[in-house]
């Protein structure tokens, strides 16, 4: 046989043990499950809940069709959608505050990226009717500007057309925050002594998020799939940005000199130390141009993992839920594993240049980890178990919003490659290739003649 399968099943079956033993320990822990439920009485429910979807669509599902389009160089369309964007999102920053339920004001953070997402879009769309000739404020008040631009756009265009991406690109991630941080200000979460938390669970499940999408785009398109083995292995990358991060959450995480140690300094940075340990590792071994694949991004993604499920939180819901993440990211670590050993075998891809389907599980369980994490917030979760629900309810549901993410990533990559003429396998044949297509016809009409033959 060509593949080994017998790894892959067994670590499914490692995992489903993991996950029913931690299902047996955990139903010891169910205290205050039948306590008294909390009274919650949100002010305007339903109206908060549509402004919420309609700033999800406009805001953050939106930006990113519309920098899908962008980066296939449909310029005209995502000026289109950047107006959209724009009236709406001013139509916000006026009128529609996502206001508490104690005070009813929005918090300054939330406030504070609306602001910060419309002056972005409105930059964008000067830099995009700049370049193609309609800003009015330059044609009205620097006409000459404005026609050399139109006259010599081969000279400036380059550097202005990557500037609109790049703004495009990082207007979808601010919608991402934008529609997260919106949760947070309805429920007024966040104040207080739980600031620290909540920036921790917001920005590394986010990170968490983001390298979901990174692995989800080197997995789908085709040319980097299919790239040039004289180049450093994707590791090499992930083994610097794990360095950097780790670098960062050891001298963050506690005030070094400045205050005692708590069970969660030692925690965190410990993960740290971990992180950049392991990286350095990383790098050296995967530091020559020849495409060498490395295990040690993954197997911090396991200790960390490990590291996360055995953390006792100050309830049994917060206790379950940061252990299924650590269980999920363990997932993300071991699957990683195998699709490099035993189903790639050290390669970029596969010998016939197709996605494999055990290779979509990195990247999802990588999502899952993310949503999770930001999910595992201590109000959030002080609220989940005050309406009556349990850890085994909330991780569902916040598994259900994973695969959601998850496809939206999916959608966004294989928009874009059909935007340029491609689909996941190379270009896309009835458009890029047309004797292809003239082919399949012929060899129909030559089984039927003879069939007729016969």
């Not at 429910?45 to 406009?58: D, E, Q």
């Not at 390298?211 to 083995?229: E, G, N």
Request: aromatic share 12%; proline share 3%.
């Amino acid at each position: 046989m060509r593949r080994l399968q017998f790894p892959g099943v067994a670590m499914v079956t490692v995992l489903a043990m993991m996950l029913i033993t931690r299902g047996v320990l955990a139903d010891g822990g169910m205290e205050g499950m039948d306590d008294p439920r909390v009274e919650y009485h949100p002010i305007n429910p339903g109206s908060k809940t549509f402004h919420w979807l309609m700033s999800v669509a406009l805001l953050f599902l939106l930006p990113s069709i519309s920098a899908a389009f962008l980066l296939a160089d449909k310029q005209h369309w995502s000026l289109m959608f950047h107006f959209v964007l724009l009236g709406y999102s001013v139509f916000e920053w006026m009128f529609l505050p996502f206001a508490d339920n104690t005070d009813n004001h929005e918090n300054k953070t939330s406030r504070g990226t609306s602001t910060f997402i419309t002056l972005l879009l409105a930059a964008n769309i000067f830099i995009g009717t700049f370049m193609n000739g309609s800003n009015w404020i330059m044609n009205r008040f620097f006409p000459s500007a404005a026609g050399s631009s139109l006259n010599n756009g081969n000279a400036n265009s380059g550097v202005l057309c990557k500037v609109f991406k790049t703004l495009s690109v990082i207007i979808a991630l601010t919608g991402w925050v934008r529609v997260c941080l919106a949760v947070v200000a309805l429920f007024g979460f966040c104040y207080d002594k739980h600031t620290g938390q909540c920036i921790a669970h917001g920005i590394m499940g986010t990170a968490f998020v983001f390298y979901a999408m990174v692995l989800t785009i080197v997995l789908i398109i085709p040319w980097i799939r299919k790239r040039d083995t004289n180049r450093r292995s994707q590791e090499f990358y992930d083994s610097v940005v794990m360095c950097a991060w780790g670098i960062v959450n050891t001298f963050t995480e506690h005030r070094w000199g400045k205050e005692g140690w708590s069970m969660g300094d030692y925690q965190h940075t410990a993960m740290g130390i971990i992180w950049w340990a392991g990286a350095l590792v990383g790098v050296f071994l995967t530091r020559k141009k020849n495409n060498h694949r490395s295990l040690i991004p993954a197997l911090l993604l396991i200790f960390t993992g490990w590291s996360m499920s055995q953390h006792h939180q100050h309830s049994a819901i917060s206790t379950n839920v940061h252990a299924f993440f650590g269980i999920a990211l363990m997932s993300a670590g071991f699957t990683r594993v195998i699709e490099i050993c035993f189903i790639l075998h050290d390669k970029n891809c596969d010998d016939s240049g197709k996605i494999l389907a055990f290779q979509y599980m990195p990247p999802f369980f990588m999502t899952l980890s993310g949503i999770l994490f930001m999910a595992a917030n201590e109000e959030q979760l002080e609220l989940a178990l005050g309406l009556g629900s349990d850890h085994s309810a909330y991780i569902l549901v916040g598994t259900a919003a994973a695969f959601v993410v998850f496809l939206w990533l999916l959608l966004m990559v294989n928009l874009y490659l059909r935007l340029v003429g491609f689909d996941e396998d190379g270009p896309f044949q009835p458009i890029a290739i047309n004797g292809n297509e003239y082919n399949r016809v012929n060899d129909v009409q030559e089984f039927e003649l003879e069939n007729m033959s016969d």
